[in-house]
Structures are given as C-alpha cells and as structure tokens.
C-alpha cells in the first residue's frame, strides 16, 4: 500500500485488470477520486469523492482499459488526505 500524494495525485500503469484497494488509515472519512477518459462513444465517467470512512476499504473494479488508461498508460488517483492508501492488484487471466 502507498500513501496518497495530496500534492501531486498518484499514478499506477494500467494493466487492464487491475482492482484498486483504498484503505483509509486516518480517524476522519476522506475522498477518493479515480479520473476517466472519454470511451470511443464520448462518454466521461470520473468516480469523483468517492467516501471512504475512517478505517475502512474500498475497492473499485476490475479497471479496464477502455475509458481509464490515459495517454501515457497509467490510471491516475487522487484523495484528499495522505492517511488515504492504495493498493493495485493485477488480476491474472
């Protein structure tokens, strides 16, 4: 598990099955944000203040790569408090 970076979001390489694991460790709720790109049919789909309370997981996924990989091939995160955690676990086919 990585700790968030408020400053400057994080970042993994999209495998196309990957589940991303947000464990929020802090006493507080705190949000998550997962950015899309649009699909070939134009649509948007940014998984914006995703809660996530105190001491609690989430999980979202398995991420394709159809609206998720952005140009440079990454998925890219964001929270709102570095007591927020991720972790990416590539399933295998």
């Known amino acids: 598990m990585t700790a968030c970076d408020t400053a400057n979001g994080n970042q993994f390489i999209a495998q ?3 589940l991303v694991i947000i464990h929020n460790t802090g006493g507080s709720p705190y ?12 649509r948007l ?4 203040t995703i809660s996530v309370p105190a001491g609690e997981y989430r999980i979202f996924g398995p991420v394709e790569l159809t609206g998720w990989r952005q140009a440079d091939g990454f998925v890219y995160l964001t929270a709102s408090n570095v007591a927020v955690k991720f972790g990416i676990v590539t ?3």
């Open 16 to 18: 196309g099955k990957d």
């Open 91 to 93: 399933l295998q086919s």
């Open 31 to 42: 949000t998550v944000t997962i950015n899309s790109i649009g699909d070939p049919y134009g």
């Open 45 to 48: 789909g940014d998984l914006t």
